[in-house]
């Protein structure tokens, strides 16, 4: 994390020539691999956030192999200031990178808290001359949030699993797991234990190793997805153009119209699973029918498209213009009024209480 000798970078030699040289070109190669991938991604077709966010966490890998190697203190210090926060922000960037690949919303509470205590916790190196008794703390702050928002990370791509239905994801998500499990919480783990910049030299070799191996097979993989990965959502219920669903596809969609209309979307926890089982088919074509021919990336936006619609049904029923928003929040299922109006607000453009009231308004007034 720091900008000088004092707190890190005092790294002892390299045990041989060779080993120096070998985790410098390795660190290169590295390097150079994230380069090619982040152009990649930025010129294709690619979701505008997706690839923000897919580069921005690269130019952080980039910054803590350039931050953790040995040729850090050549740098100018305008340029290593700007290494060391891009190496630092970088748990950030992979928290909103799972977020946005995973068509999560971003909580901005959780992103402005976790960059103001990272870029904190740099500034108390920066200024060391004034801030040296914090800088145990600044340290220990530093790495638990960087801890938290890649644990915070990686339950997001686990948790929510079942719940996507788009194929080439969910099996990005499990390497997506496993990468950032071994590397990140190992590179944070030995940084706590020997103390950033004083970690042993087979160690920063093996990171350069399983960094560059992971680059590959992350990058190989989101090029390859494209554009199932990195497309962006078509929009709720937004299906696929043309004509030509197959007999057992219209059959199927036929049977899932009937259950919907039966309300099985009011079952409480009700998954993929359950409704396949409930219509009698494997869960996999399920998931192809409502993903590829419905436009659902995500099964519980599939089903809160339903709730949506009965939802504007009823705040524009004459007949029910007194019914609490809370008691037709409750109705639907939905946990909490806050919950509620974030769904309908992300879905129709306005709170409930707003439409309902644009629903009554008087047509008579400008």
Do not use: C
């Amino acid at each position: 994390m720091d900008l000088g000798a004092s707190a890190g970078h005092n790294r002892p030699r390299m045990e041989s020539l060779d080993t120096a040289s070998l985790d410098i070109a390795l660190r290169l190669i590295g390097i150079g691999q994230l380069v090619l991938v982040a152009l990649v991604v930025w010129r294709s077709a690619a979701w505008a956030a997706v690839r923000r966010v897919t580069v921005a966490l690269l130019i952080g890998v980039i910054g803590y192999l350039i931050n953790s190697g040995p040729q850090f203190m050549a740098l100018a210090m305008p340029l290593r200031l700007a290494v060391v926060l891009a190496s630092n922000l970088a748990p950030l960037f992979l928290w909103l990178f799972a977020h946005v690949v995973f068509d999560r919303p971003v909580d901005r509470r959780i992103g402005l808290a976790g960059f103001g205590l990272i870029v904190a916790s740099v500034m108390v190196f920066v200024l060391r001359r004034w801030t040296a008794p914090l800088i145990p703390l600044a340290d220990a702050v530093g790495h638990l949030t960087a801890a938290a928002l890649v644990i915070h990370a990686i339950i997001i791509a686990v948790r929510e699993r079942d719940d996507d239905l788009v194929e080439q994801r969910r099996r990005f998500r499990v390497g997506f797991v496993l990468v950032v499990a071994v590397l990140s919480i190992g590179v944070l783990a030995s940084e706590a234990w020997f103390g950033f910049g004083h970690e042993p030299a087979w160690m920063l070799v093996s990171q350069s190793v399983v960094i560059a191996l992971a680059i590959l097979g992350i990058g190989t993989a989101m090029l390859e997805a494209d554009p199932a990965l990195l497309a962006p959502p078509r929009g709720v219920g937004a299906p696929l153009a043309g004509d030509d669903w197959s007999p057992a596809e219209r059959v199927l969609k036929g049977k899932l119209d009937a259950v919907m209309a039966g309300r099985v979307w009011l079952e409480p926890g009700l998954t993929i699973g359950t409704l396949a089982a409930k219509l009698d088919v494997p869960e996999h074509r399920l998931r192809a029918l409502i993903n590829r021919r419905l436009g659902h990336r995500n099964f519980s936006a599939f089903l809160n498209a339903h709730r949506i619609a009965e939802a504007r049904a009823v705040l524009a029923d004459p007949a029910r213009v007194d019914l609490p928003v809370l008691t037709i929040a409750m109705d639907l299922g939905y946990g909490s009024l806050a919950t509620f109006n974030r769904a309908f607000r992300e879905s129709v453009g306005q709170t409930p209480t707003e439409y309902r009231r644009a629903a009554f308004a008087d047509p008579e007034k400008p």
